[in-house]
């Protein structure tokens, strides 16, 4: 296999890793789009609540119990999905993962055919480059060259992988922390003295920041690749008619507030029978 045939199949690997085909949910292009609506969603919810009518004293009416699992679910859900796009894993074998952190490895290992004349070979020719000036002039930042040097075997320099990786996982690194010590796993108190995960303090900027890292470092990738900036937040303009339906109606009617109040007195009513397992489920005798 020579170059350019290894070139293509690392590519499909590549592109297979950002947007699937297949629509895999775990590509990379579907975990940022998932993300950033959950966001967006989350700041129409959280706009609403301050919208929201006051009581007479001045507090406003939005249940408790509503707003504070949502708050909660919010929260968790994005800092544990920046957590994943940022793993470390590599793409393939037993243990492969879809994470940026593990393409720009991927790619840094094979920037050698990362060459102009692989890259932005013309599709449906044999060794015509494509004429597309805004594409060179982007393969000449990267491949820190001059227009007038240009040449097919013009390479990528693999700073620019280290560099996007110190970029992700700079800005990702608190919230990768609190997740390793308070999501994805219960650290014990000296592991998080080690870590000094407790002066930890996860904002909406920390998200902010994070999600915005991850659109650019990908973008490059792909403006690199194929040219393109992907828009990973569909537009309001599609679920336009349906977007706030019903966000102006009351979650549930005051007469049916028994089957909420017996839905919770089953759910305790079943915990408290959670006593210590029957001692005999043990089969210690076999």
Not at 104 to 121: A, E, Q
Not at 130 to 144: G, Q, V
Not at 153 to 174: H, M, S
Request: hydrophobic share 35%; aromatic share 10%.
């Amino acid at each position: 296999m020579n170059n350019s045939e290894l070139f293509q199949e690392l590519l499909t690997k590549w592109l297979k890793c950002i947007v699937s085909n297949t629509d895999d949910q775990n590509s990379i292009s579907n975990q940022i789009s998932s993300m950033l609506w959950n966001e967006a969603s989350y700041n129409i919810v959280r706009q609403a609540y301050f919208l929201a009518p006051k009581d007479n004293d001045g507090g406003i009416q939005i249940n408790d119990l509503v707003f504070n699992l949502l708050d909660t679910s919010y929260a968790q859900s994005q800092l544990m999905s920046i957590r994943r796009i940022v793993d470390t894993y590599f793409i393939e074998g037993e243990k492969g993962v879809y994470s940026l952190t593990s393409l720009l490895d991927d790619m840094k290992i094979n920037c050698f055919l990362l060459t102009r004349g692989n890259v932005l070979k013309k599709n449906g020719t044999k060794d015509g480059l494509t004429k597309s000036e805004y594409r060179h002039k982007y393969f000449d930042n990267l491949a820190i060259k001059q227009p007038k040097s240009r040449c097919s075997d013009d390479a990528i320099n693999p700073k620019v992988f280290d560099r996007l990786k110190e970029k992700l996982i700079g800005t990702c690194t608190d919230v990768t922390i609190y997740v390793n010590q308070y999501l994805a796993h219960a650290a014990t108190i000296e592991s998080r003295e080690k870590k000094q995960s407790e002066k930890i303090r996860i904002t909406m900027e920390h998200i902010h920041l994070a999600h915005k890292m991850i659109c650019q470092v990908t973008n490059v990738i792909t403006c690199l690749l194929e040219g393109i900036n992907f828009h990973f937040l569909p537009s309001a303009a599609i679920f336009k008619e349906h977007l706030f339906e019903y966000i102006d109606r009351p979650l549930v009617n005051k007469k049916d507030f028994p089957t909420l109040e017996k839905a919770w007195s089953d759910y305790e009513t079943e915990t408290r029978n959670w006593g210590s397992l029957p001692l005999e489920e043990l089969h210690l005798d076999d």
